[in-house]
Nanobody, 122 residues
C-alpha cells in the first residue's frame, strides 16, 4: 500500500480558494491513479475528483466541475486539488486515495490518507 499524507485544509470564506496536497511515500507514485474524496459527519464518503497516472484524464463529480482542478506532479510524488469558488456545501473532510486503476468508487481504492478538514464559512 501507498502511504498518503494530505495537507492544505483550513477555514476559508465562501467564494475563496484552497489547494489541497497529498504526498505519497511510494517511489512508483507515477504508476498509481489518484482520487480525492470527501466526507461529512454521518454521511458516506463521496467522490470528488480523480486522475490517471499521467494526469491526462481527470474526472470530476458534477458538483465541483468548473470549480475544482485535480493535478499531479509525479516528480514530487504529489497530487493536488485546487478548489475555487468554495461554498459552505464544500465543508467536509477531504481524503486522497491511490490505486492501480482510476475509479469514482470509494471501495476501489486500497490506500487512503488520514484526511484534511476544509471548512467554508458563509
Amino acid at each position: 500500500q501507498v502511504q498518503l499524507v494530505e495537507s492544505g485544509g483550513g477555514l476559508v470564506e465562501a467564494g475563496g480558494s484552497l489547494t489541497l496536497s497529498c504526498a505519497a511515500s511510494e517511489r512508483t507514485f507515477s504508476n498509481f491513479a489518484m482520487g480525492w474524496f470527501r466526507q461529512a459527519p454521518g454521511k458516506e464518503r463521496e467522490f470528488v475528483a480523480a486522475t490517471t497516472w499521467s494526469g491526462s484524464r481527470p474526472y470530476y463529480t458534477d458538483a465541483v466541475k468548473g470549480r475544482f482542478t485535480i493535478s499531479r506532479n509525479n516528480a514530487r510524488n504529489t497530487v493536488y486539488l485546487q478548489m475555487n469558488s468554495l461554498t459552505p456545501e464544500d465543508t467536509d473532510v477531504y481524503y486522497c486515495a491511490a490505486d492501480s486503476f482510476i475509479s469514482t468508487v470509494v471501495g476501489a481504492y486500497k490506500s487512503w490518507g488520514q484526511g484534511t478538514q476544509v471548512t467554508v464559512s458563509s
